[in-house]
């Protein structure tokens, strides 16, 4: 059974910085595609970015575009969400989300299309 972990989760003013990070407990977590998704009160689940194997093919909803990173560091199993310039929309529970890709073909794009999830981290940024 796949564990992921996601802890970095905190209390923020508006233009601050957080950096998420999900941390998975399998030896092949090289092969996985990662993808962080939010849920803000209220609201539907949204994807916010996913990352390939290599970390070489990223996606970025258009609400955090230019403000959040993904990265990995597969040596460590993780990966990491870099949060800059934060705003009070961003406010939500941050979840990681795991699938194993035998081959290195892209991400994907919608929570259905993830076997493995956090248990969520939650982000505050107040005004």
């Known amino acids: 059974q796949v564990q992921l972990v996601e802890s970095g989760g905190g209390l923020v003013q508006a233009g601050g910085s957080l950096r998420l990070s999900c941390t998975a407990s399998?030896?092949?977590?090289?092969?996985?595609?990662i993808g962080w998704f939010r849920r803000a009160p209220g609201k539907e689940r949204e994807l916010v970015g996913t990352l390939n194997w290599s970390g070489g093919s990223t996606y970025y909803s258009d609400s955090v575009k230019g403000r959040f990173t993904i990265t990995r560091d597969n040596a460590k199993n993780t990966v990491y969400l870099q949060m800059n310039s934060l705003k009070p929309e961003d406010t939500a529970v941050y979840s990681c989300?795991?699938?194993?890709?035998?081959?290195?073909?892209?991400?994907?794009?919608?929570?259905?299309?993830?076997?493995?999830w956090g248990q969520g981290t939650q982000v505050t940024v107040s005004s």
């Open positions: 989300a795991g699938r194993y890709s035998p081959y290195d073909i892209g991400t994907y794009y919608t929570a259905e299309e993830y076997d493995y």
């Open positions: 399998v030896v092949t977590f090289s092969r996985y595609v």
